[in-house]
């Protein structure tokens, strides 16, 4: 393999992971915060990706679409959260897996229902249309790499919203103490709408800015979903910088197992999965 | 005096910054009682956390009759003979009372591992489990589900289950929490019984329960023991009585 | 209802799905055989998640093993023999649920809930883009197992209803070793670790042995089932271990009631006769295409309202009074 086929696979390897973190984040905070697993994580970021096409389809313009469905993600949101998931909160973790498979079957039929079973393509917006060449024959796109600046910038802010802002203390206070929160005066309950609606916007702008690369298509959901969970398993339940120490390693073992072992990739995963659970069960950075 | 059956010798226990229990060296030894008293936060639960494996010691040496045993799990020292009692009653609440105890004497049984031989049908676990339930004074109560007795009643349960592993050692954490004046004789008065045949450590904060059954006392505070020794010579300890605020009220009798 | 007429109960059932296969229906019989599998199906989820206290969400893997394992002991166009067929497919899920249980069982809750899933998902990728399995395309098995004696079939599983017997009989035989195994020391020390594990281990119960061992049982229980499917089914494929068979099999042993044996045949009939029905375009029209919406509305309002299942409310309704509850 010669050097600029290395860093292309390098630098998609980093995207894949940098997308992944995004989507894996929100499902780490949700569990970690509010300690709900949420199957149904990964129909949101189907949600994205399908919003993303239909709205560009309609507007012409895949920004648009995005601008256009993040608030209707974040709402979407906030309505579940208030509806359905705000019963789970002191129930066994039985109880929510099954109501979120549910969830997931709902999705699915709906899906099919309003945007149908094919398999569709989403435009790259014009001005990220281009490429960067890298060799005399070989150019990487810029689209790419712009995913790759938009997760870090969102990484960055997640950072800091968690660890430096008042909002960010009052969430991880929450993780730890609910009751004591609760009766500072702080509405919990408010924090806990925003914490679930702020993680399922993450994975479905992860959708909507990856659907030019992967298209739409069913079970798009299913599939990043149980990658999620070996990325929160190996990275450890609600940190976040586990799931971004994981998706990385993800995104580039999977980027380098497909040209290098291309029968085996798929396997790659959970081989790594079963390493880490042998040696440190807890995940990299979870607590023992 | 005998040998002494338990011995810690400098036990540490950190957690990240915090250190919860420092330099502890104490022993126990059959037939004596040994209080552990301290106010809240001195350690002393961590501290039965890890003589009985609940929590691994960061440093330090907890020998159980000449053998190293710190860091061992709570299973294996469980069944070398080491028995404790919980501060928050950690019993099987769905359970009926004769089945807490059952299941705490089938610990004992090698071959528990039968999977067709009904569990009734062990005589020996079943005489095991009626003894220690009538050590307790629970015999009466023997049908009834755990989660439907009285907070006393639990709490003699939650001996009671002890017991039924015939332990060598007992680590009791507040047996007479929340119970009332005469839950708390008959309590005391158990615990008279058992030091013949036991070595115990004792925690509690009934000053009167400490002080009919102390043989030794020691005072933790803030993870180290600042006294330790016959409860005459605790009492009458200088540093024991400025550690209490208002101390000699507290100590006496 | 009193105990006596409790324990004549699960006999008469048996003895009424006996006599089944005298209403001449094709359809109705395949349908009941396909209950029962999932009823085995279903207690062998049942042992983990409601005697043991551990949730699994791959379950099909070991269902799903156990139907490739068949698939590639059946030589193409022949037959292969029930005798040592059936045990050597169970074997190979007692064996991976041995190495997986090792692994997954360092961890609890809801890691592993994931890792279980995970699992599932390895197998299924290994069946999907290898060639092991026949890929996506699966696995054809062209004639059911035989039991022979020397050179005389005894009973010809090609025959419906005997199949269906078989699967009665099997059926039967795994809630009787349930039974037994549960109410032994081994299962009540099952139930002590579900109800409280801290307290089992501080008693000195070996604890990782005794999930292990449930965790290997329950494998090789779900490989009779995986087994039986194939063998009535004649076709694999990786959909069989997909984790849609999995949340099917743990809706099946919920909508049932979990800690119940009697309750997961109740929720495996209930939630194959519901996804038959649900589907069945003769009711539902253009509409039974998308069945799973209306089952994942139901999988919900069970989660949220019936936590307890079917059990559960058969219980209530012939609840005894207070707490003087004598044990057996």
Not at chain 1, 211 to 240: H, K, R, T, Y
Not at chain 3, 240 to 247: T, V
């Amino acid at each position: 393999m010669d050097f600029a086929f290395f860093l292309i696979q390098l630098l998609n390897g980093l995207q894949y992971g940098l997308l992944l973190f995004l989507v894996a984040s929100g499902l780490t905070l949700v569990f970690g915060i509010m300690g709900i697993i949420n199957l149904a994580h990964g129909s949101f970021y189907m949600v994205g990706a399908y919003l993303a096409w239909s709205l560009s389809s309609l507007t012409g313009s895949l920004t648009a679409a995005i601008l256009l469905a993040i608030p209707l993600t974040v709402i979407l949101g906030m309505a579940l959260e208030r509806l359905l998931f705000r019963h789970l909160y002191q129930r066994d973790h039985l109880y929510q897996v099954l109501l979120t498979y549910g969830l997931i079957l709902v999705f699915e039929e709906l899906r099919s229902l309003i945007w149908g079973d094919d398999v569709h393509g989403v435009a790259v917006p014009a001005l990220l249309n281009a490429s960067i060449p890298l060799t005399d024959n070989l150019s990487y796109p810029i689209y790419r790499l712009a995913i790759s600046g938009v997760c870090l910038l969102l990484a960055a802010g997640l950072y800091f919203l968690i660890q430096k802002t008042r909002l960010g203390m009052m969430i991880r206070a929450g993780a730890s103490n609910r009751d004591m929160v609760q009766s500072l005066g702080i509405d919990i309950k408010l924090i806990y709408t925003l914490v679930f609606a702020l993680g399922i916007a993450l994975a479905a702008f992860a959708g909507m800015i990856n659907a030019p690369l992967s298209s739409v298509f069913p079970n798009m959901g299913s599939q990043v979903l149980i990658i999620c969970f070996v990325v929160v398993v190996i990275g450890g339940i609600g940190s976040v910088k586990g799931a971004m120490a994981a998706s990385l390693m993800i995104g580039l073992a999977e980027t380098f197992g497909q040209v290098l072992v291309p029968e085996v990739a798929g396997m790659i995963v959970y081989v790594l999965m079963a390493i880490v659970l042998v040696w440190r069960p807890q995940g990299l950075f979870g607590r023992a | 005096m005998s040998e002494a059956i338990l011995r810690t010798k400098g036990l540490t226990k950190r957690f990240g910054g915090l250190v919860a229990v420092s330099d502890v060296s104490l022993d126990l030894h059959v037939g004596e009682i040994h209080v552990v008293i301290g106010p809240n936060g001195a350690g002393k639960t961590t501290l039965t956390n890890l003589l009985s494996g609940d929590l691994p010691p960061t440093s330090g040496e907890v020998m159980f009759q000449g053998r190293d045993i710190a860091g061992c799990s709570s299973d294996h020292i469980s069944r070398l003979g080491i028995g404790r009692s919980y501060q928050k009653t950690n019993i099987f609440l769905p359970f009926t009372v004769f089945e807490n105890c059952r299941l705490a004497a089938q610990s004992r049984t090698p071959n528990a591992f039968r999977v067709f031989h009904q569990a009734g049908r062990y005589p020996e676990i079943n005489r095991r489990a009626e003894e220690a339930m009538t050590a307790a004074g629970l015999d009466k109560r023997a049908g009834r589900i755990a989660a439907t007795l009285s907070h006393g009643e639990q709490r003699q349960l939650e001996i009671a289950m002890c017991l039924a592993t015939q332990p060598r050692v007992l680590l009791l954490d507040e047996p007479l929490a929340g119970m009332g004046p005469h839950e708390s004789q008959s309590m005391v008065e158990l615990i008279k019984r058992l030091t013949a045949d036991h070595a115990i450590m004792l925690i509690e904060h009934d000053m009167d329960a400490v002080f009919a059954l102390a043989h030794r006392l020691t005072v933790m505070v803030n993870g180290e023991v600042l006294e330790s020794g016959t409860p005459d010579a605790v009492r009458s300890s200088p540093a024991v009585q400025l550690a209490y605020l208002g101390g000699e009220e507290i100590l006496h009798e | 209802m009193s105990s006596r007429l409790a324990r004549f109960l699960p006999w008469l059932a048996v003895g009424l799905l006996a006599l089944f296969p005298l209403v001449e229906s094709t359809f109705y019989m395949q349908l009941l055989t396909k209950v029962l599998i999932m009823a085995i199906f279903a207690m062998s989820l049942d042992l983990l998640v409601g005697y043991t206290g551990l949730v699994s969400f791959g379950h099909a893997a070991y269902f799903g093993l156990a139907g490739y394992a068949l698939a590639l002991m059946a030589p193409k166009y022949e037959t292969v023999s029930l005798w040592w067929s059936l045990p050597a497919a169970v074997g190979v899920c007692a064996l991976f649920a041995l190495i997986t249980g090792t692994l997954v069982l360092r961890t609890r809750g809801i890691y592993f809930i994931m890792v279980t899933l995970a699992f599932s998902q390895m197998l299924f990728f290994i069946f999907h883009d290898t060639k092991i399995g026949g890929g996506s395309d699966g696995i054809y098995i062209y004639a059911k197992p035989v039991m022979k004696m020397g050179d005389v079939e005894l009973f010809s599983l090609e025959k419906l209803q005997n199949f269906y017997w078989l699967v009665l009989v099997l059926t039967a035989l795994v809630y009787l070793l349930l039974h037994r195994v549960l109410g032994s020391t081994f299962g009540r020390a099952l139930l002590g670790i579900k109800v409280n594990e801290h307290r089992m281990r501080a008693l000195g119960f070996p604890v990782f042995r005794y999930q292990l061992a449930s965790f290997t049982l329950a494998g090789a229980l779900a490989g009779v089932a995986g087994y039986l499917a194939a063998a009535q089914y004649g076709f694999v494929n990786p959909e069989i271990l997909s984790w849609h068979q999995s949340g099917a099999v743990l809706m099946m042993v919920i909508l049932g009631g979990m800690g119940s044996l009697y309750g997961s045949v109740i929720g495996a009939f209930a939630f194959v006769l519901l996804q038959e029905g649900l589907s069945d375009q003769a009711w539902f029209g253009s509409w039974a295409k998308h069945w799973q919406l209306a089952m994942g509305i139901f999988i919900m309002l069970i989660a949220l309202y019936l936590p307890q299942g079917l059990a559960g409310l058969l219980q209530k309704l012939g609840r005894k009074p207070a707490a003087e509850v004598a044990d057996e």
